[in-house]
């Protein structure tokens, strides 16, 4: 048996933790990747700053000396979702090794991709709605070209994902041009979830 030194990281850019399991010879080299840790504040912060004009106008609408509890209520409810939330994306994380990829999603849900599956990894620039400006994508994808595990430059530093492809042991293709998702809905439906495969105005 044997256990190697343990490398963690954590910041801004999202944690990485490099560790290895007790198995026999070398060790299984495990990455556990997790998103940006102050992106739960920048989404956080704006819907608190919803939520308040919406209390105000509940003790301005309703009788005043009856509002109290209506208002108490729906900051307890919302507060209880935040908290919710915000557990969840803390807890939200991927290990990686040369056997595969364990995703613990936002809602809990756990999903796993055996290494014999991926056939490997894509980067491409995405260009955000309405917008000239990009972000970068990564796609794991599968021997049968569908993507199954997707990281978004909004939740996954840039650093984080280059540890992809050499963790699992594949090749990572980068595609130079950027495309819009209405492009890549076209020519690569199976790398995108179910709700952008179809388009709103089509």
Not at 82 to 100: C, D, I, K, M, N
Not at 116 to 123: C, E, I, S
Not at 185 to 190: I, L, Y
Request: aromatic share 10%; glycine share 10%; charged share 20%.
């Amino acid at each position: 048996m044997s256990a190697a030194p343990v490398d963690s990281r954590s910041g801004d850019a999202g944690g990485s933790f490099t560790g290895t399991a007790a198995v026999r010879g070398d060790g299984l080299r495990v990455l556990t990747l997790r998103p940006r840790r102050t992106l739960g504040w920048s989404i956080g912060l704006p819907v608190v700053a919803l939520v308040l004009p919406l209390l105000a106008a509940e003790l301005w609408l309703l009788d005043p000396r009856g509002a109290w509890p209506i208002v108490a209520a729906t900051g307890f409810v919302v507060a209880t979702l935040f908290a919710a939330a915000w557990a969840s994306y803390q807890h939200t994380s991927a290990s990686l090794s040369v056997y595969g990829i364990v995703e613990r999603g936002f809602f809990g849900g756990t999903s796993i991709v055996a290494a014999r599956d991926v056939a490997g990894v894509l980067r491409i620039q995405m260009y955000r709605p309405n917008s000239l400006e990009t972000t970068q994508e990564l796609f794991v994808v599968s021997r049968s070209g569908r993507g199954v595990f997707r990281m978004r430059g909004r939740f996954w530093s840039t650093h984080t994902m280059d540890r992809v492809a050499p963790t699992l042991g594949v090749e990572e293709t980068v595609r130079p041009e950027p495309v819009t998702l209405g492009e890549l809905r076209k020519t690569d439906p199976k790398l995108l979830y179910w709700f952008e495969r179809r388009s709103l105005t089509s």
